[in-house]
Structure formats: structure tokens, C-alpha cells
């Protein structure tokens, strides 16, 4: 299917999109976190969020008509250590197997018996070959990272992980490249079921959007295809299902606070004693 090009943040920020979100009952904010809301790094644990989307995290999470969702790769519970403390947020993390919920209730969707034993075989595997510092295991998958490695040897490990995956593939799993590495995850859920299951409470009348970057996010996008606003969050702009492309992070922070603008009862224009000030 043909993608066209999405609209760039300087035409889409006063366009008529925003007077559906403004003083509408119900809306919902999807996003993804790596490469969205934080710069990549090397340490994963130390991704920190882009400077002053801490603060509109926090405002955001006080409207009460919003739903403020973060949907991630990243195992769930691992999330909240990287979001701002106070924020009792909830999470669809490991590609939508698993839901934190905002009063800390768990759900996860369990493996089949052959996708188990085949992901701990896999893991083993790898390690055999090597390569066990470069795993990180979540629940339904195992992500092996390549960042800071160079072509060659990104090609050799894609290599012997693809060998690898070749043995499992048939027992229900997906091969999915992402930005730094590739992951092996269990067949069922995506990005993609999760926006499902997290419109699936919501009015028809609600408005929602996504933002991501990755190819992973491109599941989500076209999950939401004629329902929502899909938003590529990136420095360049690559082939995408999505709408509208913003830079981080100005333009990320420029559309949170035009969100919280919107959907704010304060209608404030002093809300943040933050350390960044949004584009004009
Ligand atoms: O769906 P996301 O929230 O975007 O998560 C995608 C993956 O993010 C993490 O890895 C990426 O970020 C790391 C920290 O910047 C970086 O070191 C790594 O190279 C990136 O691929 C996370 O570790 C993965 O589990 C997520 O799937």
C-alpha cells in the first residue's frame, strides 16, 4: 500500500484538527516511549525523557477527560521507573502482553506452552553463541541489541539470531527489526492489538491520537487508521502510515502543550516553570 508523505508540525499546528479536540468530552493520548519521549542511549536503563516532557506528562495526567496511556516494548513494569514518580500511569508494555494498570493491578497474556519452551531455548542459544550480554528478556520476547557495534558485527549477530529464529519461527513468533536491534517476539500481541483493546472501552466520538517512531509503532498507526491522529516522532522523516511528523523534541513539547491546551479546563498559558520554552 502507498504512503504518502505526513504533514509536517509548522502546517498541522493551526489546523482545523484541533477545534474537534478542543472542549470535547472524552479524548485519548497514546505514546510510545523510546525515541518518543526520550533520546536514545546507549544504557537502557538510563533513558532519560526529552527535557520539559516530564512536566507536561504531569499536567496531562491531571485532566480528568483525557486517558493518558504509554505503550511500549519495554516490559511494563520497568516503565514507570523512567516516567515522573508522581504519575500513576498506565502501561501496556512487551508490545501489548502485559497492562500496569494506574492502581498497580497486573495483567499479562500468558505464552503457549511451545512459545515458552522455544523463547527459553532461544535465549539459551544465544547465550551459547555469545551473545547473553546483549539480551534483555521480557515477558513474550527477547530484544538483542546492537547499538554501538559496528555494521559488521550488527550483521554478524543478525546473522546467527536469524538462524536461530529459523528453528523457533514455526512454534508462533515474529521477527521485528527495531532501532538498535532486533526483537523475537511471541505471535498475538502487537502495538497494534493494544490500541485495539484500549479503544475497544472507549465512545466512538473519542478523540485519540498516537505518537511513536520505530517500525513497531507503524503497527499501532495502522491499527488506528480512520480512528485516530498518527504522529511520527523523528528526527527525519522515513516511509510512514502516519499523519503528522514531529521533531523532538521541540515540536514533540510544542504539540503537548497544544494538547493540554485544548483539553485543559485551567486554560492557562503560565502552566510550566519548566526548563524549556515551547516554539513559538
Ligand atoms: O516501544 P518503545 O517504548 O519505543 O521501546 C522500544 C525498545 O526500547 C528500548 O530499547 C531502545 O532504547 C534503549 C535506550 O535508549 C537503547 O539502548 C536501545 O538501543 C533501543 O533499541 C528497550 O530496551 C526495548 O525493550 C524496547 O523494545
Same mark, same amino acid.
Given at each position: ?117 522455544? +523463547?527459553?531455548? %532461544?535465549? /539459551? ?6 551473545? !547473553?550480554? #546483549?539480551?534483555?528478556?521480557? &515477558?513474550?520476547? *527477547? ?85 485516530? +491522529?498518527?504522529? %511520527?516522532? /523523528? ?6 502510515? !502516519?499523519? #503528522?511528523?514531529?521533531?523532538? &523534541?521541540?515540536? *514533540? ?28
Amino acid at each position: 500500500m502507498a504512503e504518502e508523505k505526513p504533514a509536517p508540525w509548522p502546517t498541522w499546528r493551526g489546523s482545523e484538527w484541533w477545534r474537534r479536540l478542543n472542549g470535547r468530552g472524552r479524548s485519548v493520548l497514546m505514546l510510545d516511549y523510546d525515541g518518543t519521549l526520550a533520546p536514545f542511549v546507549q544504557d537502557r536503563l538510563r533513558a532519560s525523557l526529552y527535557p520539559g516532557v516530564a512536566d507536561r506528562l504531569l499536567a496531562l495526567a491531571q485532566c480528568s477527560q483525557m486517558r493518558l496511556v504509554f505503550v511500549s516494548g519495554r516490559a511494563a513494569r520497568e516503565l514507570p521507573h523512567l516516567l515522573p514518580p508522581s504519575i500513576q500511569p498506565e502501561i501496556w508494555g512487551s508490545h501489548g502482553r502485559e497492562r500496569l494498570l494506574p492502581d498497580g493491578r497486573y495483567q499479562a497474556y500468558p505464552l503457549s506452552p511451545a512459545q515458552s519452551e522455544a +523463547l527459553h531455548w %532461544l535465549s /539459551r542459544s544465544i547465550g551459547e553463541r555469545g551473545f !547473553a550480554q #546483549l539480551l534483555e528478556t521480557k &515477558p513474550g520476547s *527477547l530484544a538483542l541489541h546492537t547499538r554501538g557495534f559496528s555494521l559488521d558485527e550488527e550483521r554478524q549477530i543478525t546473522r546467527v539470531a536469524g538462524s536461530l529464529f529459523a528453528e523457533i519461527e514455526k512454534s508462533g513468533f515474529d521477527w521485528l527489526p527495531f532501532d538498535g536491534g532486533i526483537e523475537v517476539r511471541a505471535a498475538g500481541c502487537s502495538k497494534a492489538t493494544a490500541v485495539e483493546e484500549i479503544l475497544s472501552t472507549e465512545p466512538a466520538d473519542a478523540i485519540v491520537a498516537y505518537l511513536g517512531d520505530d517500525r513497531t509503532d507503524e503497527e499501532a498507526f495502522r491499527a488506528l487508521s480512520g480512528r485516530g +491522529l498518527r504522529v %511520527l516522532v /523523528r528526527e527525519t522523516v522515513r516511509p510512514t502510515a !502516519a499523519d #503528522l511528523w514531529l521533531k523532538p &523534541p521541540d515540536e *514533540l513539547l510544542a504539540f503537548l502543550d497544544q494538547w493540554w491546551e485544548a483539553v485543559s479546563d485551567e486554560k492557562s498559558t503560565a502552566l510550566w516553570n519548566s526548563d524549556h520554552q515551547s516554539a513559538p
